[in-house]
Nanobody
Framework: QVQLVESGGGLVQAGGSLRLSCACS????????MGWFRRAPGKERELVAA????????YYVDSVKGRFTISRDNDKNTVYLQMNSLKPEDTAVYFC??????????WGQGTQVTVSS
């Protein structure tokens, strides 16, 4: 069974940084575009960043452009999200999953990111 395990969240002051990791076990990782998603309190889950499996091209939602960087290590079956210049509005539970909706795996527990002002 393919499993996604997110880690690296925490409490940080505004302007700080965190690096999230997502480890994929039990299945093929390298041939899928991967994404980081977040669900803020009272809001729907949204895609914030995605990375292709072919050439590592990345997509970012406007609100995180220039602050977040997504990367992947196919040898380690892991995708990362480097988050800099964090803002209180980045507070959310962060998840990773396959970017294409019809190929999505069961969601993991996610990792909580809390940014204090």
């Amino acid at each position: 069974q393919v499993q996604l395990v997110e880690s690296g969240g925490g409490l940080v002051q505004a302007g700080g940084s965190l690096r999230l990791s997502c480890a994929c076990s039990g299945g093929t990782f390298s041939v899928y575009h991967m994404g980081w998603f977040r669900r803020a309190p009272g809001k729907e889950r949204e895609l914030v960043a995605a990375i292709t499996w072919t050439d590592g091209n990345a997509y970012y939602v406007d609100s995180v452009k220039g602050r977040f960087t997504i990367s992947r290590d196919n040898d380690k079956n892991t995708v990362y999200l480097q988050m800099n210049s964090l803002k209180p509005e980045d507070t959310a539970v962060y998840f990773c999953n396959r970017e294409v909706a019809r190929l999505r795996l069961a969601w993991g527990q996610g990792t909580q990111v809390t940014v204090s002002s």
